[in-house]
């Protein structure tokens, strides 16, 4: 299995080859660092936690910037259930690389908040009839139960917050990655707003860029060219004839 974080961008349309337009919606994914890696134990599973959205330091709070030391500030940590723990580090980096073009991937995110909403935007209700002596009820919800339970079942669709939940899109397409500018375009509408965060789930093998290593500096010696004899007696001469 294979994932990565992703920021909501902005939702556009491209060409397929065939000339047909396709609406996609263009996240911009990773790069994203492992932060820590679970080995499972004791009948728990072993998990890949992954930053995402780098911030400046100061906005990080005392545990978490302990739990980041030496890696990048991150805002976004989100654990990752794998069943076998690659050649992978802490402080490698999970690139768009890591998906191709016609991957077949689910999309995770939180959907947006529309507030306190009725039964018929909510659930989708009908509504009552607009005539024949109707007048304040065309919304209303109607009955609740069942007159001789004496309760209201638990379930009930009724009218209340909408809005603001996880939402998971499956069978989704990947229609292009761009690398350079670590950007997926992924077919259809993806939950949330702009800027909100995704995580892209699809099935293959994770790849994973490893961890650069820090150069020693190279220290410059200066070498001094020791004088000849015959530049010696030169030197000589010169100064006997200034005196």
């Given at each position: 299995m294979k994932f990565i974080l992703g920021k909501k961008i902005c939702m556009t349309q491209v060409f397929s080859p065939t000339g047909e337009v396709v609406p996609v919606t263009k996240v911009q994914a990773g790069p994203c660092q492992i932060t820590q890696i679970k080995i499972g134990g004791n009948k728990q599973q072993s998990a890949?936690?992954?930053?995402?959205?780098?911030?400046?330091?100061?906005?990080?709070?005392?545990?978490?910037?302990?739990?980041?030391?030496?890696?990048r500030p991150v805002r976004v940590l989100h654990d990752f259930s794998v069943d076998k723990i690659g050649d992978w580090q802490r402080g490698d980096d999970v690139t768009v690389s890591t998906f191709d073009v016609g991957?077949?991937?689910?999309?995770?995110?939180?959907?947006?908040?529309?507030?306190?909403?009725?039964?018929?935007?909510?659930?989708?209700?009908?509504?009552?009839?607009?005539?024949h002596g109707h007048k304040d009820n065309l919304r209303a919800p109607g009955s609740i139960g069942a007159g001789g339970?004496?309760?209201?079942?638990?379930?009930?669709?009724?009218?209340?917050?909408?809005?603001?939940?996880?939402?998971?899109?499956?069978?989704?397409?990947?229609?292009?990655?761009?690398?350079?500018?670590?950007?997926?375009?992924?077919?259809?509408?993806?939950?949330?707003?702009?800027?909100?965060?995704?995580?892209?789930?699809?099935?293959?093998?994770?790849k994973v860029e490893k961890k650069n290593s820090v150069e020693t500096p190279v220290t410059e010696t200066l070498v001094t060219e020791t004088p000849t004899a015959e530049e010696i007696k030169v030197e000589e001469n010169t100064e006997n004839k200034d005196n």
């Open positions: 890949v936690q992954l930053g995402f959205n780098e911030v400046k330091a100061f906005r990080l709070k005392k545990p978490q910037a302990g739990h980041l030391k030496d890696l991957d077949v991937v689910e999309v995770i995110g939180i959907s947006k908040g529309k507030g306190f909403a009725g039964v018929v935007k909510r659930h989708h209700f009908a509504g009552g009839p607009a005539s339970v004496q309760r209201v079942f638990k379930g009930m669709r009724m009218a209340g917050r909408m809005g603001g939940q996880q939402v998971t899109v499956k069978n989704l397409e990947i229609v292009q990655v761009n690398p350079s500018e670590n950007e997926i375009l992924v077919k259809g509408a993806l939950p949330g707003g702009r800027n909100a965060t995704v995580i892209i789930i699809g099935p293959g093998e994770l």
